[in-house]
T-cell receptor
Framework: DARVTQTPRHKVTEMGQEVTMRCQPI?????VFWYRQTMMQGLELLAY????????DSGMPKDRFSAEMPDATLATLKIQPSEPRDSAVYFC????????????FGPGTRLTVL | QKEVEQNSGPLSVPEGAIASLNCTYS??????FFWYRQYSGKSPELIMF????GDKEDGRFTAQLNKASQYVSLLIRDSQPSDSATYLC????????????FGKGTKLSVIP
């Protein structure tokens, strides 16, 4: 399927709880990105992977966020413990081998931390 | 730090008019330029990309790039109410680069 998919689409949780978001990139795409979007900051790059290897996670708060790509069809973003300031929409995007900067976005996970 | 600047709007245009959206970028080494459309509550959708100076047309959309001025624009001809959305400009250092730097977007409202 030529779409990026993300689950869950919505997540409401309480402060301190663990949150895991999942992404399935477009089949054949080997670069996966995690973004966070808020009204104040816009789209921020959190981390990205190429061929499942993490290339850059400098945009991610290291103490609570972690990103992994256990296989070519699954990327995960985990927040533990979650805080109210993590409330945002989290997007996954993928890009193919030939056009590494042409990114296609998933529908996003809207996270609310109470 | 690489920056991409857009007027946040809202930009209001009447139906049928030309909407002009502008974007400037700080990194003179930028090579690839993208326009994404984002409807409220939805994800960004790639609508245009441009790599070379000049104009690139795709249907009602025209992207314009001026690298000397570090300026990229998107023109939407015959604007329709369905074009009402936020338009995000994104810039990268080119193929082989992985990172896009996004502007915060311009909200366009097309008035019937």
């Amino acid at each position: 399927d030529a779409r990026v998919t993300q689950t869950p689409r919505h997540k409401v949780t309480e402060m301190g709880q663990e949150v895991t978001m999942r992404c399935q990139p477009i089949l054949g795409h080997n670069t996966v990105f995690w973004y966070r979007q808020t009204m104040m900051q816009g789209l921020e790059l959190l981390a990205y992977f190429r061929n499942r290897a993490p290339l850059d996670d400098s945009g991610m708060p290291k103490d609570r966020f972690s990103a992994e790509m256990p296989d070519a069809t699954l990327a995960t973003l985990k927040i533990q413990p979650s805080e109210p300031r993590d409330s945002a929409v989290y997007f996954c995007a993928s890009a193919g081998q030939l056009s590494t900067d042409t990114q296609y976005f998933g529908p996003g996970t809207r996270l609310t931390v109470l | 730090q690489k920056e991409v600047e857009q007027n946040s709007g809202p930009l209001s245009v009447p139906e049928g008019a030309i909407a002009s959206l502008n974007c400037t970028y700080s990194d003179r080494g930028s090579q690839s330029f993208f326009w994404y459309r984002q409807y409220s509550g939805k994800s960004p959708e790639l609508i245009m990309f441009i790599y070379s100076n000049g104009d690139k047309e795709d249907g009602r959309f025209t992207a314009q790039l001026n690298k000397a001025s570090q300026y990229v624009s998107l023109l939407i001809r015959d604007s329709q109410p369905s074009d009402s959305a936020t338009y995000l400009c994104a810039v990268s250092s080119g193929a082989g680069s992985y990172q896009l730097t996004f502007g915060k977007g311009t909200k366009l409202s097309v008035i019937p």
